[in-house]
């Protein structure tokens, strides 16, 4: 596909105009950063891995009536979207407590939750994509209280269906982050999955050992990404041939 012009780059996508009206060509870079953008570094193969991974979770959610941006892969570190009016708010789903929710609360990594929780987070990255309570949210004119609860229906259906897909390969998910977006259809509005679902975005332990298989591993220093999200492709069967 010839190059097209860059309507957008983030820390880890880059999206260019698409070839029909309504679509968007997504680029996944090899570029990593945590804590806001303060560390950084270039991880080989990781925008290969998450393209093929997130093609692989978007595709099993169309297929069971979830629906999301994605269209179809092009190739190695592309995939063809609709566009969308991204909600700015990043949609967090924990079975588990970890990650800012442990630390908030004073809690163990590990330590098991009554039950699913939803949070929502406001996407600025200058101020570090602070938690918000829902008032906030509706206060704020950035979703209407019925958007909420759609989007919040949405996060669990997304969780039930990861959670199962993960288990079935001796992967837990603890947590994880999706972004959702609008799509207008005439008079209609509908809310889909965009963005991206994969390591860089979820909290992936393996079942027996504990051992983490996620974006923690570059946040932590706990070994080599690559390695981590090569494990994950390799269990769900789709790992990408020339990593
Ligand atoms: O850091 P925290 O515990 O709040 O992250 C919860 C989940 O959301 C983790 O799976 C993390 O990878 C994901 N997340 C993300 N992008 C952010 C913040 C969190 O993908 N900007």
Not at 73 to 87: A, G, H, K, P, T
Not at 92 to 98: C, F, P, T, Y
Not at 146 to 157: E, F, G, P, T, W
Not at 223 to 242: C, I, K, M, S
Request: with cysteine; net charge negative; charged share 30%.
């Amino acid at each position: 596909m010839a190059r097209r012009k860059k309507i957008y780059e983030g820390k880890a996508k880059i999206l260019y105009e698409g070839p029909e009206p309504g679509t968007l060509v997504q680029y996944f870079k090899d570029d990593a950063t945590a804590f806001n953008a303060e560390k950084r570094a270039t991880v080989d193969g990781k925008g290969v891995l998450n393209n093929r991974l997130s093609e692989f979770f978007m595709t099993g959610l169309n297929t069971i009536g979830v629906p999301t941006h994605f269209i179809k892969r092009i190739n190695m570190r592309e995939q063809l979207i609709r566009s969308v009016e991204i909600i700015p708010l990043e949609v967090i789903v924990r079975n588990v407590a970890a990650g800012s929710m442990a630390k908030r609360l004073g809690l163990e990594e590990g330590a098991p939750l009554p039950r699913p929780i939803v949070e929502f987070s406001y996407k600025e990255d200058s101020l570090g994509d602070p938690l918000v309570p829902e008032e906030y949210i509706i206060a704020f004119g950035w979703a209407s209280q019925q958007d909420l609860d759609d989007m919040v229906a949405l996060a669990l259906r997304v969780n039930d269906f990861l959670s199962g897909v993960m288990y079935g390969v001796g992967i837990k998910l603890v947590d994880f982050k999706i972004e959702i977006g609008r799509i207008y259809d005439g008079d209609f509005m509908r809310l889909v999955v965009a963005d991206e679902i994969s390591p860089d975005s979820c909290r992936l332990w393996d079942i027996k050992t504990g051992q983490k298989l996620d974006k923690d591993v570059f946040r932590r220093d706990l070994g080599n990404l690559t390695d981590a999200y090569t494990e994950v492709a390799r269990r769900l069967g789709v790992l990408p041939t020339n990593v």
